[in-house]
């Protein structure tokens, strides 16, 4: 089911991104992960490969996840927007409403128990799209938000963006802490 929803993505024209992408970004990992992660948009490295979270900033998300004992095929890392932005500004609404149907989809097929929003930008869409307004990632990050809906059911957990780490060195504990508190309830969850 993932290999069709991501062969949509590759014919996707319901934005204007597909005249600038070298790629689409549809996402990679477990179609059966517990834990789905999701992005902002991919980045120029994403765009050239066609993976997500291959450039610094998946550097920065592996060394996360090691630090908690996940490795990213047991995971499902993807972003809301599956095309690169132009010089990697901010996805735009009309681009997040006509890309948001392909990672509905995704979280529908995967039926992820976790999911991590990295960034405002998926955390805003999420909270949006389950009825709740949109906080700064400053004020919601590492606190679970249990979801429950007719067709999904979840523990979202807003996180620092790992290019935050990149960028400010100083957000490195407040990113550790986020992983933290997702690997507890990874565990709470399997008692």
């Given at each position: 089911?993932l290999?069709?929803?991501?062969?949509?993505?590759?014919?996707?024209?319901r934005?204007?991104?597909?005249?600038?992408?070298?790629?689409?970004v549809?996402?990679?990992g477990?179609e059966n992960?517990?834990?789905?992660?999701?992005g902002?948009?991919?980045?120029?490295?994403?765009?050239?490969?066609?993976?997500?979270?291959?450039?610094?900033?998946g550097?920065?998300?592996?060394?996360?996840?090691?630090g908690?004992?996940?490795?990213?095929?047991?995971?499902?890392?993807?972003?809301?927007?599956k095309c690169?932005?132009?010089?990697?500004?901010?996805p735009?609404?009309?681009?997040?409403a006509?890309?948001?149907?392909?990672l509905e989809?995704?979280?529908r097929?995967?039926?992820?128990?976790?999911?991590?929003?990295?960034?405002?930008?998926?955390?805003?869409?999420?909270?949006?799209?389950?009825?709740?307004?949109?906080?700064?990632?400053?004020?919601?990050?590492?606190?679970?938000i249990n979801?429950?809906?007719?067709?999904?059911?979840?523990?979202?957990?807003?996180m620092?963006?790992?290019?935050a780490?990149?960028?400010?060195?100083?957000?490195?504990?407040?990113?550790?802490?986020?992983?933290?508190?997702?690997k507890?309830?990874i565990?709470?969850r399997?008692r």
């Open positions: 089911m290999d069709e929803i991501a062969e949509e993505i590759r014919k996707c024209r934005c204007d991104l597909w005249k600038t992408r070298k790629n689409t549809p996402g990679e477990n992960a517990e834990v789905m992660f999701i902002e948009a991919p980045g120029r490295k994403e765009d050239e490969t066609g993976k997500p979270f291959v450039g610094a900033a550097d920065v998300l592996n060394e996360m996840l090691d908690i004992e996940l490795k990213r095929e047991d995971v499902f890392i993807t972003s809301v927007l690169r932005p132009p010089n990697n500004r901010n735009r609404p009309d681009e997040i006509a890309c948001s149907l392909f989809e995704q979280m097929t995967i039926k992820p128990r976790v999911i991590c929003t990295l960034g405002n930008v998926a955390t805003a869409y999420l909270l949006r799209r389950f009825g709740m307004k949109p906080q700064p990632i400053s004020r919601i990050h590492g606190k679970p979801i429950d809906t007719l067709d999904l059911h979840f523990t979202l957990i807003p620092y963006h790992p290019a780490v990149i960028y400010n060195a100083g957000m490195r504990n407040a990113l550790v802490n986020d992983f933290k508190t997702l507890k309830v565990y709470r399997t």
